[in-house]
Protein backbone atom coordinates (compact mmCIF):
# COMPACT_ATOMS: atom_id res chain seq x y z
CA UNK A 1 0.00 0.00 0.00
CA UNK A 2 2.98 2.63 0.58
CA UNK A 3 4.41 1.80 -2.74
CA UNK A 4 0.82 2.44 -4.00
CA UNK A 5 0.55 6.20 -2.15
CA UNK A 6 3.93 6.54 -2.95
CA UNK A 7 3.21 6.25 -6.88
CA UNK A 8 -0.06 8.14 -6.31
CA UNK A 9 2.26 11.06 -5.17
CA UNK A 10 4.25 10.85 -7.91
CA UNK A 11 1.27 11.18 -10.33
CA UNK A 12 -0.11 14.40 -8.75
CA UNK A 13 3.48 15.55 -8.71
CA UNK A 14 3.51 15.17 -12.71
CA UNK A 15 0.44 16.65 -13.08
CA UNK A 16 1.29 19.90 -11.20
CA UNK A 17 4.63 20.08 -13.51
CA UNK A 18 2.78 19.22 -16.07
CA UNK A 19 2.46 21.38 -19.58
CA UNK A 20 -0.82 19.40 -20.47
CA UNK A 21 -2.36 20.57 -17.02
CA UNK A 22 -3.70 23.39 -18.65
CA UNK A 23 -5.33 21.37 -21.25
CA UNK A 24 -7.09 19.46 -18.10
CA UNK A 25 -8.08 22.48 -16.11
CA UNK A 26 -9.97 23.67 -19.73
CA UNK A 27 -12.33 20.72 -19.64
CA UNK A 28 -15.57 21.50 -18.40
CA UNK A 29 -16.63 20.90 -14.81
CA UNK A 30 -19.13 18.35 -15.74
CA UNK A 31 -16.21 16.18 -17.56
CA UNK A 32 -14.10 16.63 -14.44
CA UNK A 33 -16.33 15.79 -11.73
CA UNK A 34 -16.99 12.82 -13.59
CA UNK A 35 -12.79 11.74 -13.63
CA UNK A 36 -12.77 12.29 -9.95
CA UNK A 37 -15.88 9.73 -9.36
CA UNK A 38 -13.44 7.16 -10.06
CA UNK A 39 -11.25 7.94 -7.99
CA UNK A 40 -10.57 6.95 -4.36
CA UNK A 41 -11.67 9.78 -1.95
CA UNK A 42 -8.36 10.34 -0.58
CA UNK A 43 -6.78 11.17 -4.17
CA UNK A 44 -10.10 13.23 -4.56
CA UNK A 45 -9.22 15.19 -2.11
CA UNK A 46 -5.03 15.23 -3.29
CA UNK A 47 -6.43 16.93 -6.41
CA UNK A 48 -7.50 20.53 -4.46
CA UNK A 49 -3.61 21.04 -4.23
CA UNK A 50 -3.02 20.83 -8.24
CA UNK A 51 -4.49 24.78 -8.66
CA UNK A 52 -6.86 26.89 -7.43
CA UNK A 53 -10.04 25.84 -9.56
CA UNK A 54 -9.57 21.71 -8.63
CA UNK A 55 -9.41 23.40 -4.87
CA UNK A 56 -12.64 24.35 -4.88
CA UNK A 57 -14.31 21.36 -7.54
CA UNK A 58 -13.18 19.20 -5.58
CA UNK A 59 -16.06 20.13 -2.95
CA UNK A 60 -19.04 19.65 -5.58
CA UNK A 61 -18.10 15.38 -5.90
CA UNK A 62 -20.99 13.33 -5.04
CA UNK A 63 -19.58 10.00 -5.40
CA UNK A 64 -17.04 8.59 -2.90
CA UNK A 65 -15.04 5.62 -2.57
CA UNK A 66 -13.14 4.04 0.15
CA UNK A 67 -10.53 1.34 0.01
CA UNK A 68 -9.18 -0.09 3.16
CA UNK A 69 -5.71 -0.21 4.13
CA UNK A 70 -5.09 -3.62 6.73
CA UNK A 71 -2.28 -1.84 8.12
CA UNK A 72 -4.20 1.46 9.38
CA UNK A 73 -7.34 0.80 10.28
CA UNK A 74 -8.43 3.65 12.22
CA UNK A 75 -8.54 5.29 8.14
CA UNK A 76 -12.59 4.53 8.10
CA UNK A 77 -12.85 6.66 11.24
CA UNK A 78 -11.30 9.40 9.30
CA UNK A 79 -13.45 8.89 6.32
CA UNK A 80 -16.52 8.38 8.60
CA UNK A 81 -15.87 11.96 9.69
CA UNK A 82 -14.74 13.05 6.24
CA UNK A 83 -18.06 11.72 4.70
CA UNK A 84 -20.52 13.62 7.81
CA UNK A 85 -18.65 16.78 6.77
CA UNK A 86 -20.60 16.57 3.23
CA UNK A 87 -23.77 17.50 2.76
CA UNK A 88 -24.90 15.59 0.00
CA UNK A 89 -23.31 11.62 -0.86
CA UNK A 90 -25.26 10.62 -3.54
CA UNK A 91 -23.07 7.43 -4.24
CA UNK A 92 -21.34 5.42 -1.69
CA UNK A 93 -18.55 2.95 -2.29
CA UNK A 94 -16.86 0.39 0.69
CA UNK A 95 -14.41 -2.00 0.37
CA UNK A 96 -13.59 -3.09 3.86
CA UNK A 97 -11.76 -5.59 5.17
CA UNK A 98 -11.93 -7.31 8.67
CA UNK A 99 -10.56 -5.09 10.84
CA UNK A 100 -12.96 -2.58 10.27
CA UNK A 101 -15.89 -2.58 13.01
CA UNK A 102 -19.21 -3.30 12.20
CA UNK A 103 -21.00 -1.08 13.89
CA UNK A 104 -19.11 2.06 12.64
CA UNK A 105 -19.92 0.55 9.34
CA UNK A 106 -23.81 0.42 10.36
CA UNK A 107 -23.62 4.30 11.59
CA UNK A 108 -21.80 5.49 8.64
CA UNK A 109 -24.46 3.53 6.05
CA UNK A 110 -27.24 4.69 8.26
CA UNK A 111 -25.98 8.14 8.11
CA UNK A 112 -26.01 8.54 4.76
CA UNK A 113 -28.80 6.92 3.30
CA UNK A 114 -30.41 9.13 5.93
CA UNK A 115 -29.53 12.00 3.06
CA UNK A 116 -30.74 11.51 0.29
CA UNK A 117 -28.30 8.36 -0.95
CA UNK A 118 -28.90 6.80 -4.10
CA UNK A 119 -26.34 4.14 -4.86
CA UNK A 120 -24.32 1.89 -2.29
CA UNK A 121 -21.68 -0.68 -3.05
CA UNK A 122 -20.19 -2.63 0.25
CA UNK A 123 -17.33 -5.26 -0.56
CA UNK A 124 -16.16 -6.73 3.16
CA UNK A 125 -13.82 -9.37 1.90
CA UNK A 126 -15.83 -12.91 3.00
CA UNK A 127 -17.54 -11.70 6.38
CA UNK A 128 -20.47 -11.05 7.50
CA UNK A 129 -23.39 -8.31 6.97
CA UNK A 130 -26.66 -7.32 7.86
CA UNK A 131 -28.53 -4.74 6.80
CA UNK A 132 -28.31 -1.58 8.52
CA UNK A 133 -31.94 -0.31 9.22
CA UNK A 134 -31.73 2.46 7.21
CA UNK A 135 -32.09 0.38 4.23
CA UNK A 136 -35.54 -0.14 5.14
CA UNK A 137 -36.77 3.34 6.00
CA UNK A 138 -35.91 5.31 3.16
CA UNK A 139 -36.83 4.84 -0.24
CA UNK A 140 -33.95 7.06 -2.17
CA UNK A 141 -31.70 4.29 -2.15
CA UNK A 142 -31.97 2.85 -6.16
CA UNK A 143 -28.83 1.02 -6.72
CA UNK A 144 -27.66 -1.47 -3.90
CA UNK A 145 -24.35 -3.95 -4.64
CA UNK A 146 -23.06 -6.24 -2.68
CA UNK A 147 -19.69 -8.40 -3.09
CA UNK A 148 -17.91 -10.90 -0.89
CA UNK A 149 -19.78 -10.98 2.07
CA UNK A 150 -22.27 -13.30 3.70
CA UNK A 151 -25.75 -11.93 4.69
CA UNK A 152 -27.02 -13.13 7.78
CA UNK A 153 -30.65 -12.08 9.07
CA UNK A 154 -32.65 -11.22 6.37
CA UNK A 155 -36.25 -10.28 8.17
CA UNK A 156 -39.11 -11.00 6.02
CA UNK A 157 -41.51 -8.00 7.40
CA UNK A 158 -39.53 -5.27 5.86
CA UNK A 159 -38.64 -4.13 2.57
CA UNK A 160 -36.14 -2.26 0.57
CA UNK A 161 -38.63 0.13 -0.97
CA UNK A 162 -36.78 2.27 -3.44
CA UNK A 163 -34.06 -0.40 -4.54
CA UNK A 164 -34.75 -0.92 -8.33
CA UNK A 165 -30.92 -2.21 -9.04
CA UNK A 166 -29.47 -5.14 -7.21
CA UNK A 167 -26.17 -6.85 -7.80
CA UNK A 168 -25.32 -10.06 -6.08
CA UNK A 169 -21.26 -10.63 -6.65
CA UNK A 170 -19.89 -13.77 -4.86
CA UNK A 171 -22.56 -13.28 -2.02
CA UNK A 172 -22.86 -16.23 0.05
CA UNK A 173 -26.34 -16.89 2.17
CA UNK A 174 -27.33 -18.89 5.37
CA UNK A 175 -29.64 -21.00 3.01
CA UNK A 176 -31.59 -21.31 -0.36
CA UNK A 177 -34.33 -19.44 1.15
CA UNK A 178 -32.67 -16.52 1.75
CA UNK A 179 -32.17 -15.61 -1.84
CA UNK A 180 -35.85 -15.75 -2.46
CA UNK A 181 -36.59 -14.09 0.99
CA UNK A 182 -34.33 -11.03 0.38
CA UNK A 183 -35.67 -11.01 -3.34
CA UNK A 184 -39.43 -11.16 -2.41
CA UNK A 185 -38.53 -7.75 0.26
CA UNK A 186 -37.79 -5.57 -2.87
CA UNK A 187 -41.03 -4.76 -4.25
CA UNK A 188 -40.22 -2.51 -7.16
CA UNK A 189 -36.61 -4.19 -8.44
CA UNK A 190 -35.72 -4.16 -12.10
CA UNK A 191 -32.27 -4.88 -12.79
CA UNK A 192 -30.30 -8.10 -11.34
CA UNK A 193 -26.83 -9.10 -11.66
CA UNK A 194 -26.07 -12.32 -10.46
CA UNK A 195 -22.48 -13.40 -9.93
CA UNK A 196 -21.66 -16.96 -8.24
CA UNK A 197 -18.19 -18.35 -7.12
CA UNK A 198 -16.75 -20.88 -5.21
CA UNK A 199 -17.83 -18.73 -2.21
CA UNK A 200 -21.18 -18.71 -2.84
CA UNK A 201 -23.09 -22.23 -1.26
CA UNK A 202 -26.68 -21.61 -2.90
CA UNK A 203 -27.79 -25.05 -4.94
CA UNK A 204 -31.00 -23.66 -6.34
CA UNK A 205 -30.63 -19.95 -7.13
CA UNK A 206 -34.49 -18.64 -7.05
CA UNK A 207 -35.37 -16.10 -9.07
CA UNK A 208 -38.98 -15.09 -8.48
CA UNK A 209 -39.50 -11.49 -9.26
CA UNK A 210 -42.67 -10.51 -11.15
CA UNK A 211 -41.29 -6.45 -11.63
CA UNK A 212 -37.75 -7.65 -13.22
CA UNK A 213 -36.66 -6.18 -16.48
CA UNK A 214 -33.26 -6.84 -16.82
CA UNK A 215 -30.99 -10.68 -15.55
CA UNK A 216 -27.65 -11.08 -16.18
CA UNK A 217 -25.93 -14.26 -14.76
CA UNK A 218 -22.42 -15.11 -14.18
CA UNK A 219 -22.06 -18.81 -13.00
CA UNK A 220 -18.24 -19.19 -14.64
CA UNK A 221 -16.27 -20.27 -11.47
CA UNK A 222 -17.31 -22.91 -9.08
CA UNK A 223 -16.79 -26.55 -8.14
CA UNK A 224 -16.26 -28.41 -11.08
CA UNK A 225 -18.32 -31.15 -10.04
CA UNK A 226 -20.93 -30.17 -7.83
CA UNK A 227 -23.75 -32.91 -5.78
CA UNK A 228 -27.27 -33.05 -6.86
CA UNK A 229 -29.66 -30.48 -7.72
CA UNK A 230 -26.77 -27.04 -8.65
CA UNK A 231 -28.42 -24.11 -10.59
CA UNK A 232 -31.13 -21.31 -11.48
CA UNK A 233 -34.91 -21.55 -11.44
CA UNK A 234 -35.74 -18.36 -13.03
CA UNK A 235 -39.58 -16.88 -13.01
CA UNK A 236 -39.83 -13.30 -14.67
CA UNK A 237 -42.45 -12.60 -16.87
CA UNK A 238 -41.48 -8.71 -17.39
CA UNK A 239 -37.97 -9.86 -18.33
CA UNK A 240 -37.21 -7.89 -21.45
CA UNK A 241 -33.13 -7.98 -21.09
CA UNK A 242 -32.13 -11.41 -20.23
CA UNK A 243 -27.94 -12.53 -20.26
CA UNK A 244 -26.51 -15.81 -18.61
CA UNK A 245 -22.94 -17.22 -19.02
CA UNK A 246 -23.02 -21.13 -17.10
CA UNK A 247 -20.77 -23.45 -17.35
CA UNK A 248 -21.24 -25.02 -13.42
CA UNK A 249 -24.81 -25.39 -13.22
CA UNK A 250 -26.98 -29.13 -14.12
CA UNK A 251 -30.50 -27.79 -13.69
CA UNK A 252 -31.52 -24.58 -15.43
CA UNK A 253 -35.41 -23.54 -15.84
CA UNK A 254 -37.34 -20.77 -17.12
CA UNK A 255 -41.15 -19.69 -16.95
CA UNK A 256 -42.76 -18.00 -19.60
CA UNK A 257 -41.25 -14.86 -20.41
CA UNK A 258 -43.50 -12.70 -22.70
CA UNK A 259 -42.07 -9.54 -23.12
CA UNK A 260 -38.34 -10.80 -24.04
CA UNK A 261 -36.47 -8.94 -26.21
CA UNK A 262 -32.67 -9.41 -25.91
CA UNK A 263 -31.13 -12.26 -25.03
CA UNK A 264 -27.84 -14.04 -24.43
CA UNK A 265 -27.61 -18.00 -23.63
CA UNK A 266 -24.27 -19.50 -22.95
CA UNK A 267 -24.75 -22.90 -20.95
CA UNK A 268 -22.52 -25.52 -21.01
CA UNK A 269 -24.09 -29.02 -19.16
CA UNK A 270 -20.62 -31.05 -18.81
CA UNK A 271 -22.33 -31.71 -14.76
CA UNK A 272 -23.72 -34.75 -14.07
CA UNK A 273 -27.10 -34.59 -14.79
CA UNK A 274 -29.68 -34.57 -11.82
CA UNK A 275 -32.70 -37.63 -11.30
CA UNK A 276 -35.78 -36.52 -11.43
CA UNK A 277 -36.43 -37.72 -7.50
CA UNK A 278 -33.26 -34.91 -6.91
CA UNK A 279 -35.59 -32.41 -9.11
CA UNK A 280 -38.78 -33.33 -7.23
CA UNK A 281 -36.66 -32.86 -3.84
CA UNK A 282 -35.22 -29.63 -4.22
CA UNK A 283 -38.43 -28.15 -5.77
CA UNK A 284 -40.47 -29.24 -2.94
CA UNK A 285 -37.98 -27.76 -0.45
CA UNK A 286 -38.49 -24.27 -2.32
CA UNK A 287 -42.49 -24.46 -1.39
Same mark, same amino acid.
Given at each position: MRNQDRRRGIMTNQIRRSPRRGRLSEFPDELLLKILSFLPSKDVVATSAISKRWKSLWKEVKKFRYDATPSYPHTFQMFALFI??????????? !? *??PNN????? !???????????????????LYKSFEFPQSLYLYPQLETLILEKLSLVDIPSN?? *?IGV !???????????SDESVTKLLSICPLLEDLVVRRSTYTNVMVFTIDVPTLKC???????? !??????????????PSLRCFSIKDTFSNYVRFGYMPELVKASVNIVCDQPIPTEREKVQSTSSKM
Open positions: RSRSNVESLQL !K *LNSRQDI !KDLVNYVVARSLRELRIEMVS *L !KKLHLLSVRFSLSIDNMSG !KSRPEGVHGFVINA
